[in-house]
């Protein structure tokens, strides 16, 4: 319970703090700097203020307004009068899919290598894995985005297909061509995200091995397979959903470059749009989304560690 | 000659000094034995003399980083010319020269990696010493402000921040070590609550030690480990995280070569020029991967247990 209060206050205080960083340098005023004929200044100021994003208004009183809107569930709206609530819920559903479809095949990718690498200790597969993993943290995501779209350029050109796409998220809206669109964006969030995984997997999984129910179930004479699923790895297993849980928040903060990079619409696109345009409210809006979900997960993360703790079973 | 005058002119018995070897002599041998460590430290004395030379690279060929050579850089069908003994390894699309551009991308890279890595660390250390020594409403006020920059999205912020004030280096380096330092205090904090109790800072505030003193002559040292370790990983972190803010195009002036803007100009041209895109990859690439290893071994050597 007190954590709670602890985390409420600490989005209170990151929301606030955006919004203040976002109201004292955007511009908004700048929208309307290039218009021939020039708009009267009190046109404009008029306009500006109808938005809460007059910056001739005094401080306190914009930010009232703004903080007594946010509790009743209104993010306030744009430059150009539009809500911001409406715009970021259809933005939020492209960055959602994104970033579940990185964080299901990170954490396919990841379990799989790391069980694989734990059970074959020390043998080739672990050392080619630990290799692989050690480059792909060295990768900023950058890179790996655009070394990612040249082998997809390579494998459309020798297989002559056109499946693989790198911009947008769709071009006929067909399922299969939402998906060509959805394999490159979602591959850069899941391979870093599963190297780490695999890792973590690999180690939990190391000491799980060596576990005394786990020498039980073999000397019992069970078979070695039946063990590793159903005893090792089923304990294994929890530390690593905390982790990916955990994850999910700092994942739909580091989607921006990825959804820049591939021309997706989504959240991490809208707030550098935003911040083109001088839209205070988005801005804030998009950091607060972005510090309740890195919240949110934290809070999950130690629930389910809780929950599946074996210790607190009986 | 009697047995005793015997024992007297015995000759006298050398005694071998030895001189224990200090910790870090330890650890640079340690280090200088792990091969990943050497190649890393290699690679980043080669990417350090790419900066530095810079200069003397765009006198040779020269070429200037930010002049446009339309007329020898591009084809007739104004395409970028490849690698070639003109232009080292090809010219952008606007027709400046890739490899001095690079070069003088590196100084950025690592001034900004290094300057934000330097103020982080000493920022995180003062913060996480005072926290975790004093206890009480103190560490209560810092903990809850570290927790604050935490549980930031500081990408986010970095972006709007550096979008609204102006993209330049100074500002590229705060805004990456104030969103680092929390971690570095966060260790540092948790390390000094531990030597706090410990008999040895004890001892010196028996014998009427100011607090101050036993932070920097007694618990300081004893962190330099574990704060080494971490200011090492800082480093390419903050090679990226300027990467990442320049090819936003959020990152220093868009004019100024760093590899980030350099990237993102080769995003419409890779097809027709993929050196464009591949040459800073790997410069980027070869240079986190360099110092993540070099911190790995730091650690490695760093560690009493090995």
Known sequence: MVRLVNYTALIVVASSLAWLLAAVTLDPRANYAGRTPAPPAAVVDAALSEVNLNDRDPLLDRYLTWASGLVRGDFGRTWDGLSVGADLAERAGVTLRLVTAGLVAGALIGLTVGTLAAVHHRRWFDRLSGGVVFLLLAVPAVVLANVLILGAIWVNDTTGTRFLMVSGETTTGGLLDRLGHLVLPALTLALPLAAVVSRYQRNTMLDVLNADHVRTARAKGLPRRTVIVKHALRTALIPTSAYLTFTFGALLVGSTVTETVFGRHGLGQRLIAAIRTGDVNTVAAITTVAAVALLLSAVAADVLQRVLNPGRAR | ?306
């Open chain 2, 1 to 306: 000659m009697s047995l005793t005058d015997a024992a007297f002119e015995a000759e006298p018995v050398h005694v071998e000094v030895v001189h224990g070897k200090g910790p870090w002599r330890l650890a640079w041998e340690r280090l200088r034995r792990d091969k990943a460590a050497v190649a890393s430290m290699v690679v980043i004395v080669l990417v350090a003399l790419l900066a530095i030379l810079a200069p003397l690279f765009a006198l040779i060929t020269g070429h200037d980083p930010l002049t446009q050579y339309p007329s020898t850089a591009l084809t007739p069908e104004g395409l970028p010319v490849g690698p070639g003994a003109d232009f080292w390894l090809g010219a952008d699309s606007l027709g400046r020269d890739l490899f001095v551009r690079l070069a003088y991308g590196a100084r950025i890279s690592l001034l900004v990696g290094l300057s934000a890595t330097v103020l982080a660390t000493v920022f995180g250390v003062v913060v996480g010493l005072l926290a975790g020594f004093y206890g009480g409403w103190v560490d209560g006020v810092l903990a809850r402000v570290l927790d604050v920059v935490l549980s930031f999205p500081y990408l986010l912020v970095a972006i709007v921040l550096v979008a609204a004030v102006g993209a330049s280096v100074p500002l590229t380096i705060f805004v990456i070590a104030f969103f680092s330092f929390a971690a570095m205090a966060r260790v540092v904090r948790g390390q000094t609550i531990g030597f706090r109790e410990r008999e040895f800072t004890e001892a010196v505030r028996s014998l009427g030690a100011s607090p101050l003193r036993i932070m920097v002559i007694d618990v300081l040292p004893n962190l330099v480990a574990p704060v080494t370790v971490l200011a090492s990983l800082l480093i390419p972190t903050s090679i990226v995280f300027e990467a990442t803010l320049s090819f936003l195009g959020l990152g220093v002036d868009p004019r100024t070569p760093s590899w980030g803007a350099i990237l993102a100009d080769s995003t419409d041209f890779y097809r027709v020029a993929p050196g464009l895109l591949v040459f800073p990859a790997v410069l980027l690439l070869l240079t986190t991967l360099a110092f993540n290893l070099l911190g790995d071994g730091i650690r490695d050597a760093l560690d009493p247990r090995r």
